[in-house]
């Protein structure tokens, strides 16, 4: 069948394999160190503007370029899909005070609650990336290998973030936790090698599946990882909060690394 191929596939695999190893050993590596709160928090709101970036350079420009009913329709029915699905992630499995607590190693009074909404919500975000990562890889393999670096050190800021949630967790869960993550990268990777050119000619598919990606980082952003930074009603001290700016305007400029064609 057109547009399907194992050439790709094992390209994008071993391109995937990347970002998808920075980002375990990275959040290994963020089970283990407890840094200070101060620096905890820079870290959530670096990694925050990184995704707030991610959103407004990769996923709003295919909503926006939306045309006809069958692209808009499918931008408008999967936006409220991802919306939807974190919303009732984050309600049936609600999150409980005392994991930055937990994370600066005071145990006590710690919640046992597995954070599942935010694992969620970077499962789908190396799901999009990965996606991304296959189908660039196909067309381009020196694009993909740009984007599979770039891609590396994004994902391992978001994992050091997601080992901090991780925290108060059995370490068997929490090691199978960013394994799922880090995993994620790879799997996403090998479909969209796999299936790239279905996936180039299906535009209303492709767009549906951005749409719903940006609603989950928005709500990665806005109801996990800002929040969680903000959790203690402290006074906002200003370099932590600035790490928010520092990493939308990083990512921008490491984007800028990749060859035109691959934007």
């Not at 991802?82 to 919303?87: F, H, K, P, S, T």
């Not at 607590?101 to 499962?123: D, E, M, W």
């Not at 209303?204 to 969680?228: D, Q, R, T």
């Amino acid at each position: 069948m057109a547009g399907l191929g194992w050439g790709p596939l094992v390209a994008a695999v071993k391109l995937g394999a990347i970002p998808a190893c920075f980002m375990f050993i990275f959040s290994l590596v963020g089970l283990r160190v407890s840094p200070s709160k101060r620096l905890a928090g820079a870290l959530q709101h670096f990694a925050a503007g990184i995704l707030l970036s991610a959103v407004a350079q990769e996923l709003v420009p295919p909503m926006v370029n939306a045309t006809g009913f069958e692209e808009n329709f499918a931008v408008c029915i999967s936006f409220m899909a991802g919306v939807l699905v974190m919303i009732m992630l984050g309600k049936v499995f609600p999150e409980q005070q005392g994991l930055s607590h937990s994370f600066l190693g005071s145990g006590a009074g710690a919640s046992q609650t597995f954070p599942l909404a935010l694992l969620a919500a970077v499962v789908i975000d190396g799901c999009m990336y990965g996606m991304l990562l296959g189908i660039e890889s196909a067309a381009n393999e020196a694009a993909g290998l740009v984007l599979a670096i770039s891609l590396a050190i994004e994902m391992s800021f978001l994992g050091l973030t997601l080992a901090k949630s991780m925290k108060d967790q059995p370490m068997s869960k929490s090691v199978s936790a960013v394994f799922a993550a880090s995993a994620s990268i790879v799997v996403a990777a090998a479909i969209g090698g796999f299936f790239a050119g279905l996936l180039a000619e299906a535009e209303a598919c492709k767009k549906g599946l951005m749409s719903f990606g940006a609603a989950a980082l928005i709500y990665m952003v806005a109801e996990e990882l800002l929040l969680e930074a903000h959790e203690d009603d402290g006074p906002h001290v200003w370099w932590v909060d600035g790490m928010l700016y520092v990493g939308f305007l990083a990512s921008i400029y490491l984007s800028k690394l990749l060859p035109e064609d691959s934007h």
